[in-house]
């Protein structure tokens, strides 16, 4: 080596020992627990990022940022270290400039080659999060160097992954935008994701100018194998590749909003499309598209996509890899449900893969039913549906099965619009596949903030992704699996909307503590509200003191009358049947026993406006005909039946100076005077 040679590896080592020594400020507090733990919480022992520390004395850049510059750190903490298994880039976590939480830009250039940017989301909650990693708040350490250069550190939770190159690609690839992404794929590290099929449509409809647009926005990318279906990809039009678009808002899956509408590149007076994200239980995420507005090419309604690989930092924003195309609807029910099947083929858990495997579990007749069906509506369970306890030995059961899945199943196009059209005044009832089998629907709030509910054999489920549009209806996806009853007679009535006025009544007596009860089994006759609310027409004074806790009592010797108990149950097609064989049915109540008649008859008993009839059933009391609203609505402890008008008849009321007495009442009052008499004249 010349003598130039050893005095320019002289001068480095030295620089090098001098950037070791100076460094050391910021990097005693990466090396040395004890230390930074001094000021904090001491949990932050089990969070330390003391593996940071040999990450950085690896990287002499990194030393000199630290030595000779104001700096931003971000700091992944051990367990993040742990759960990461790819290559570790320090520099992409520094950048060259001091920001406090509060000073943190939208995004900040990172200090690794190219300068990739880092997005920087406050979100709703108040956390802050760099790319898809969380600051941890508590934990952040500001101090100044030896040079008098502010340097400030946050801990995050998780490793900062840039984008990946292949190892044998053959350009020099470094902070791409979004289309030299797309048109550098082969080179990148996708798991193996192919994006040519899109990538050759964007160019078609010449986009390209989408994807190179400077700023900060998210990308949506459907995968090759989304096209599968020959004539999908010829849909793909320039409308389509802007839905596909969140322009000037970087969304990382951590940072997101859950169903929080973004507008779309998609959006203008005749087309209106917005894009949101969701995540399951299971930690899956989903994104989907809801054209609001639509046109002859582009039908309203929501199209849902798994994000197969997410957060993968661009230039211009971050991309998402989807595993089919959002705004077209070009599917039927039958072949969205199948597609869960290629989902479960390449290790994906897609969003109804349970419901999905159930069907196909019990002989994929029910699938062939919904084939067959020119408009169809699916209520279909989420994957955490099919967790509950009690489903698990159903399962076995394919007979019961068969009748659960079928519940789920509407002969109609039945879409968010039009549920509250049919629950505008009341409760919307439509009937199911299953013979004699309604559900219910209800409609809570407005806009974006309404909650839809819907039962049906005893089981309450809300919507949680509503209108997930196919050629031939909708998908609903909802969080319990219907007919399975996971609550007692009491949870039930206190959670339905239809039966609040029995569950008030009930209270103010105590009567409703009894059906808590799992060692018994009750047949509860329970009128709906509507039916309180025609009792305020016909006894006006009864009705009204029936509601105010004064009169419990009385209000408990008639809902005694509407409950029936016994060793076992008795459903609506029990009750014909003896009435069949016995004329009039004596079912066991608290204090006596209620007789009645129950027929079956044909008519308009749920819907006045139905295009078809049906099959319902009434109940003959005290020669009062009461339409059954509800038949056979089961409970772990117990079965109710909704009916239209409460067993109650003017006899039964006796008012008298602004008091009123049922007959019941007066009956048992009464023995108890003779009872008090009989005690005096023997004592």
């Known amino acids: ?129 760099v790319n898809n990693a969380r600051i941890i708040p508590s934990l952040s350490v500001e101090m100044t160097n030896r040079e008098g250069k502010r340097q400030v550190m946050h801990i995050i939770d998780e490793v900062l992954q840039p984008l990946s190159v292949q190892k044998n690609a053959k350009d020099n690839i470094n902070n791409p935008d979004a289309m030299q992404f797309l ?26 100018s989408v994807y190179q647009s400077p700023g900060a926005h998210t990308f949506l990318i459907p995968i090759d194998e989304s096209f599968k279906l020959s004539a999908r990809s010829g849909l793909v039009d320039a409308k389509v590749i802007d839905g596909h678009v969140i322009p000037n808002t970087v969304i990382f899956t951590a940072a997101s909003q859950h169903d929080d509408p973004k507008t779309s590149a998609a959006f203008e007076d005749l087309l209106k499309v917005t894009v949101s994200f969701f995540k399951q239980k299971d930690g899956k995420m989903y994104v989907k598209s809801n054209t609001i507005v639509g046109d002859a090419k582009h039908r309203e309604g929501v199209v849902l996509a798994e994000i197969v690989k997410a957060n993968i930092p661009v230039q211009n924003g971050v991309v998402h890899l989807i595993h089919r195309p959002l705004m077209i609807i070009d599917t039927t029910v ?96 439509v009937p199911t596949v299953n013979n004699n089998t309604f559900l219910y629907f209800n409609v809570k709030g407005e806009g974006t903030d309404a909650v839809i509910t819907v039962e049906g054999g005893g089981v309450n489920a809300t919507i949680i992704q509503a209108d997930v549009a196919q050629t031939n209806g909708y998908v609903h996806i909802i969080d319990r699996v219907l007919g399975v ?153 117990g079965i109710i039946h909704v009916i239209d008008y409460p067993l109650l008849e003017e006899k039964d009321v006796v008012v008298s100076g602004g008091s009123y007495l049922t007959e019941s009442s007066i009956c048992i009052i009464l023995a108890n005077l003779i009872m008090i008499t009989v005690a005096k004249i023997l004592n």
């Open 485 to 637: 009853p996971h609550t007692t007679v009491l949870g039930k009535l206190e959670s339905d909307p239809m039966m609040s006025d029995t569950y008030k009544m009930g209270q103010f007596s105590h009567f409703n503590d009894q059906l808590n009860n799992t060692q018994r089994r009750f047949t509860y006759f329970v009128p709906r509200d509507k039916g309180w609310q025609k009792t305020e027409l016909d006894y006006p004074s009864a009705h009204k003191k029936l509601f105010m806790p004064d009169f419990s009592y009385h209000s408990k010797s008639i809902l005694e009358r509407h409950l029936a108990i016994a060793d076992h149950v008795f459903t609506m097609k029990d009750l014909v049947q003896y009435s069949e064989q016995a004329g009039n049915v004596v079912l066991p109540t608290f204090r006596d026993s209620l007789q009645l008649r129950v027929e079956e008859e044909a008519g308009h008993l749920h819907d006045e406006n139905a295009s078809h009839e049906w099959t319902g059933y009434v109940i003959i009391w005290n020669y009062k005909k009461i339409n059954v609203y509800r038949p056979d609505v089961e409970c772990t402890n």
């Open 334 to 429: 039958t072949d969205f449900l199948k597609s869960f099947k290629f989902l479960n083929e390449n290790g994906e858990n897609g969003a109804l893969r349970k419901f999905y495997e159930v069907i196909m579990d019990n002989g994929g007749e029910v699938l062939d039913d919904i084939t067959n069906l020119s408009e169809v509506t699916i209520l279909a369970p989420s994957n955490d549906a099919w967790n509950a306890s009690l489903i698990e030995n159903l399962l076995r059961n394919r007979k019961k099965m068969r009748e659960i899945l079928n519940m789920h199943i509407i002969r109609d196009r039945l879409n968010v619009d039009k549920i509250r059209q049919k629950n505008a005044n009341m409760i919307a009832q």
């Open 1 to 129: 080596m010349t003598s130039s040679g050893l005095r320019a590896a002289a001068a480095l080592l030295l620089l090098c020992a001098a950037t070791f020594a100076a460094a050391a400020e910021l990097s005693d507090k990466l090396r040395d627990d004890s230390e930074l733990s001094q000021s904090t919480a001491k949990s932050f022992r089990r969070l330390m990022p003391v593996r940071f520390y040999s990450q950085v004395e690896q990287n002499p850049i990194a030393n000199a940022t630290l030595t000779l510059r104001s700096c931003t750190i971000f700091v992944p903490t051990n367990e993040a270290f742990q759960r990461y298994k790819g290559s570790i880039h320090v520099l992409y976590h520094i950048t060259t400039a001091a920001f406090s939480k509060e000073q943190l830009p939208k995004s900040v250039s990172s200090d690794m080659e190219g300068n990739p940017p880092l997005y920087i989301t406050k979100n709703r909650n108040g956390d802050i999060y």
């Open 183 to 208: 048109q550098m794929a082969e080179q990148l590290e996708l798991n193996d994701f192919h994006l040519r099929t899109y990538r050759s449509q964007v160019t078609l409809a010449k986009k390209e």
